[in-house]
């Protein structure tokens, strides 16, 4: 098979980090401490362990490393972690890890990879796309967590921690200007109020006065990311054993990037899509309106946790409403064919209990109990045809969901230790809409999950595990004027093997892990020739197997290297009733219902790798010069199970190179983000009038100055 240009980057790239791995191993004798890699620890498994006793694949990304890779958003995280795909459909997250994910799009469906923010779950899609502030770190978990985070988290999920406040008083903000006439600014400060009690406040906003892009069809510029995220929290140390913290979060933003679409290159668009009214040159669209792709987004959480000594019992409840409206054109022309503008609105409360056993314990273990009664739907979505509007309907699903679960961990001498967890989940959704049938149905589901996991401790430096986990999806209704049935859970079982490793006196770290995972009655969009309701089928099955490994190293006391590989092989075992689009010679595709049994899964490149290098040298003044570069590279990706619709592979390069005044108060920064304007796809998705595509954002660049205090 010919390798395309970004997997020679990713093999260059990956020659590179392990050519220099092994230099420094062979010099692991005479490393020192100095300049070595931080201790990271993280809450995977519902309490704090270091990164590197876990046994699950995890890419952790402290506040240090997400500046150094000028991660921004949730979605900018697919540059920094091996085997997650982050895209997005209109207004709606769409992230996958190891080729599990889901491309529906429609209120009270979830995402297969979680997201949850200080232990709260993110239900609505419409909210996985928040911009970063006051990050402690992000924790990436790879392969199905069904047990201690059991909501849909098959192929697994994405856990932000934010920073908490303490009694010493911080403060520091940036404000930024760059092309696109984009000026941001951040803020935060945080501090004690009184005795035992300390808060913070977070803010940022940021405004885009030119879009990336130019619609022919109005003669506006579109394409806009830009927004106002406000976060809150308060901690109260009430007595030396309870702990209680109050937690509050607002956002109003715009994402437009998948909202403006045309014709993918090399398309025919259908013959009723005139010449001169569409465009397939990248970034020029023709739509009939302006895009619109709106998001707010709020919640409040009162987490307690309280020390009994013999165990500690936390409780984190809960509640978030979501509301954003969006336009999408349905023919991609400037003509007025097919427009719809939809207004979503979501709702949840939800509620955890947890029962821990002391840190450090011989034998360590959880039980817990989780509630989720959640309602989501279009209200209303509107149709037009030729400027006329056709419908004005409303769709809903409400979600009620309950599950018990617990996990031990039991040290058996010689370093060993076997963790087994089990969970059982009931779920159940109902659905109702206002036009014919009407009358609300519903079902339910009830399924367990676990986890069997043994790990050895080699030696001082390294872990190696064995792990199989299995995850679960709720059935669901599709709310995109789908028909009132629903299509079954999705079961994923996983065996992962890896190696955690700290080499060189902790200044070399590779953690390698390999899969193997079988996906049954997987959800996915479907569509009836002659039909324009879209509708969800479970596909019968799939196989995925690959590897991936995070590395980093400490490279003297001026430079860190961060890497990231992924090699995922995924092919459906058995798809008979795939929708398949052919293109027909006079223009446009034709729908059918073939088999795509051995094709590629969507949304999965083959080989993908990250590559970061970041450079901080302090001078005699005290002060510092800093820099990084960082450099993303994929190769092709299907999007669609028919395995015609393909992107070739392509690279992002993002770099940042400063100055910081002697005392680290004041400092100043050019940034510059996909450096070589690289024109890439955000989605693509085949349809009868042509395969539609919309474009991530091309070269931008900027000054920022911070300070600090």
């Not at 046994?55 to 921004?72: C, E, G, K, M, S």
């Not at 005139?274 to 020029?284: D, E, H, I, K, M």
């Not at 004027?481 to 955690?500: H, Q, Y």
């Not at 998705?685 to 070269?699: E, L």
């Amino acid at each position: 098979m010919r390798k395309t240009d970004a997997t020679k980057w990713l093999i260059g790239a990956a020659g590179a980090v392990l050519v220099w791995a092994c230099a420094a191993q062979a010099q692991e004798d005479a490393a020192t401490t100095e300049g070595g890699l931080e201790e990271i620890v993280v809450t995977a498994q519902k309490r704090g362990e270091k990164l590197q006793n876990v046994p699950i694949a995890i890419t952790a990304l402290t506040a240090n490393q997400l500046v150094r890779a000028n991660i921004q958003s949730v979605s900018d995280l697919t540059l920094a972690t091996p085997s997650l795909n982050f895209s997005q459909t209109a207004v709606f997250a769409q992230p996958y890890i190891r080729g599990v994910g889901t491309d529906s799009f429609s209120p009270g469906n979830e995402a297969s990879v979680a997201t949850y923010v200080d232990g709260v779950y993110i239900a609505s899609m419409n909210a996985g796309t928040f911009a970063l502030n006051n990050i402690a770190r992000i924790e990436v978990l790879k392969g199905p967590q069904g047990t201690l985070y059991g909501r849909n988290s098959t192929g697994g999920l994405i856990n932000v921690i934010t920073e908490t406040p303490d009694e010493g008083l911080h403060m520091r903000g940036n404000i930024s200007y760059g092309n696109y006439q984009r000026i941001a600014g951040q803020a935060y400060i945080a501090g004690g109020i009184a005795s035992g009690i300390a808060a913070d406040l977070a803010v940022s906003v940021s405004d885009q006065g030119n879009g990336y892009y130019r619609n022919l069809g109005t003669g506006h510029r579109i394409v806009f990311e830009d927004g106002t995220y406000l976060r809150s929290k308060l901690v109260a140390d009430l007595s030396s054993a309870l702990r209680l913290t109050l937690a509050g979060d607002y956002a109003d933003f715009r994402n437009t990037l998948a909202n403006a679409r045309q014709p993918a290159q090399g398309t025919i668009p259908a013959a009723t899509i005139l010449p001169g009214t569409y465009s397939t040159t990248p970034g020029l669209y023709y739509n009939s309106r302006d895009d619109l792709g709106r998001v707010k987004d709020w919640g409040l959480s009162a987490t307690a946790a309280v020390d009994m000594g013999a165990a500690k019992l936390v409780s984190i409840t809960a509640y978030r409403r979501t509301a954003g409206d969006q336009y999408l054109d349905g023919d991609d022309s400037s003509a007025p064919l097919s427009d719809t503008i939809t207004h979503q609105n979501y709702r949840q409360l939800t509620q955890e209990v947890q029962l821990l056993s002391p840190d450090g314990a011989p034998l360590e273990w959880i039980v817990g109990a989780f509630y989720m009664n959640a309602d989501a739907g279009w209200n209303p979505i509107d149709v037009y045809a030729n400027g006329v509007r056709q419908s004005s309907s409303r769709l809903f699903s409400k979600s009620v969901s309950a599950a018990i679960f617990g996990q031990t961990s039991l040290h058996i001498g010689g370093g060993g230790r076997l963790t087994v967890g089990a969970r059982y989940s009931y779920d159940k959704k109902d659905y109702r809409r206002s036009f014919a049938p009407a009358s609300p149905v519903s079902d339910s589901w009830k399924r367990p999950t676990w986890r069997i996991a043994y790990d050895q401790r080699l030696n001082g430096a390294t872990l190696a595990y064995a792990s199989y986990n299995r995850g679960y999806k709720s059935g669901v209704y599709n709310t995109l004027f789908g028909p009132p049935v629903s299509v079954k859970p999705e079961t994923v079982d996983s065996l992962e093997i890896g190696l955690k490793n700290d080499l060189a006196d902790r200044k070399l770290r590779i953690n390698i892990a390999a899969f193997h995972t079988r996906f049954r009655d997987i959800q996915v969009r479907s569509q009836v020739p002659g039909n324009s309701a879209v509708s969800l089928q479970n596909a019968a099955s799939a196989r995925i197997y690959g590897a991936d490994a995070d590395i980093y190293a400490a490279l003297g006391s001026d430079f860190q290297l961060q890497a990231g590989l992924s090699w995922i092989h995924s092919r459906y075992t058995s798809f008979p009733r795939a929708e398949i689009y052919i293109p027909r010679a006079t223009g446009g595709n034709q729908l059918t219902i073939g088999d795509a049994s051995g094709n590629p899964l969507p949304r999965t490149p083959e080989f993908s790798g990250n590559v970061g290098l970041s450079f901080d040298h302090r001078m005699a003044d005290e002060s510092r010069l800093f820099a990084s570069a960082n450099l993303y590279v994929t190769d092709a990706i299907f999007w669609a199970p028919g395995a015609r619709v393909k992107t070739g592979g392509y690279g992002v390069l993002n770099g940042t190179l400063g100055y910081a005044l002697p005392g680290d108060v004041f400092s100043i920064e050019a940034f510059g983000r996909n450096l070589t304007d690289t024109r890439y796809a955000n989605y693509v998705v085949p349809s009868a009038n042509a395969d539609r595509t919309s474009y991530a954002p091309p070269r931008t660049y900027g000054v920022r100055f911070s300070a600090r205090y």
